[in-house]
């Protein structure tokens, strides 16, 4: 049973994490995140940091994968708004 509550957990963060892809896209391709605020994905890499660090104490997968992706994710934004604009 738990081997399909894992799978769940990795489908949710594949689904909640792939989130970020369009706007990756979309602000390499157009070169413009004026529209992203700074504090959005900060904030937001933050909880996920958190939760990163929860899912290393229980040694939960699902949760260190998405919220490490999630980070990353964050940490693109912020890297593209800032050398865009």
Known sequence: MYIYIEILGLIAGAVTSL?????????????????????MPGILALGMSLWLIYGLVIHALAVIIANAFG???CLALIFMKKKYS
Not at 29 to 35: A, G, I, M, N, V
Request: net charge positive; charged share 25%; hydrophobic share 35%.
């Open 19 to 39: 989130g970020f892809i369009p706007q990756l896209i979309k602000g390499y391709k157009t070169k413009k995140l004026e529209d992203v605020s700074y504090y």
């Open 71 to 73: 980070i990353f994710c």
